[in-house]
């Protein structure tokens, strides 16, 4: 399982969530014709977690890809 930095409540990608692997291209934003990697969407798999900061953010994806953690029992 990969896991990528999200936006959450506060507008900043202060938030670590999987990486969404749903194939449908629900992810595109219209406007702009591009594919929103930081949204989060009902087809985005859970945990999703607030880190409060973009930098507690960015090291703890970078970690959890580092361990190549996992949901348990998955």
């Not at 969404?20 to 406007?31: F, Q, R």
């Not at 990697?37 to 703890?60: Q, S």
């Amino acid at each position: 399982m990969r896991w990528r930095m999200i936006f959450t409540d506060s507008e900043s990608l202060t938030g670590v969530a999987p990486v969404c692997d749903d194939p449908t291209g629900l992810h595109l934003v219209a406007d702009f014709n591009a594919e929103d990697v930081n949204g989060v969407y009902d087809c985005c798999p859970h945990p999703h977690i607030e880190c409060w900061t973009e930098r507690a953010a960015t090291d703890i994806a970078q970690r959890l890809n580092e361990a190549e953690a996992g949901m348990a029992g998955a």
